[in-house]
Nanobody, 120 residues
Framework: QVQLQESGPGQVKPSQTLSLTCTVS??????????WTWIRQPPGKGLEWIGY???????YYRPALKSRTSISRDTSKNQFTLELTSVTPEDTAVYYC????????????WGQGTQVTVSS
């Protein structure tokens, strides 16, 4: 059974960098056809896709966030990390990590989500 667990600070000050890590168990982040994704949900709004790091290590980001977003991985720890720079209160959200399967064309595993609040 694959499990994903987000970790990181629950509060970040404006203009600072938000950094979250997703630890994956039960499967390798280098396994073919899986895309390890970050998604967020601002209060009162729908889910917003942020970006992914593929099994190959390639990355792709939401265009509107691309200049502030970096997703990296540590294959030795089976983790992938989101960094979002120059945050503002509009970045306040519940952040989720998830696994997209290109074979099934769906997200088949999610973390439980972690609340991040941008506030001074």
């Amino acid at each position: 059974q694959v499990q994903l667990q987000e970790s990181g600070p629950g509060q970040v000050k404006p203009s600072q960098t938000l950094s979250l890590t997703c630890t994956v168990s039960g499967g390798s982040i280098t396994t073919y056809s899986y895309y390890w994704t970050w998604i967020r949900q601002p209060p009162g709004k729908g889910l917003e896709w942020i970006g992914y790091i593929a099994y190959s290590g390639n990355t792709y980001y939401r265009p509107a966030l691309k200049s502030r977003t970096s997703i990296s991985r540590d294959t030795s720890k089976n983790q992938f990390t989101l960094e979002l720079t120059s945050v503002t209160p509009e970045d306040t959200a519940v952040y989720y990590c998830a696994r997209w399967s290109s074979d099934y064309n769906s997200y088949n595993y999610w973390g439980q989500g972690t609340q991040v609040t941008v506030s001074s």
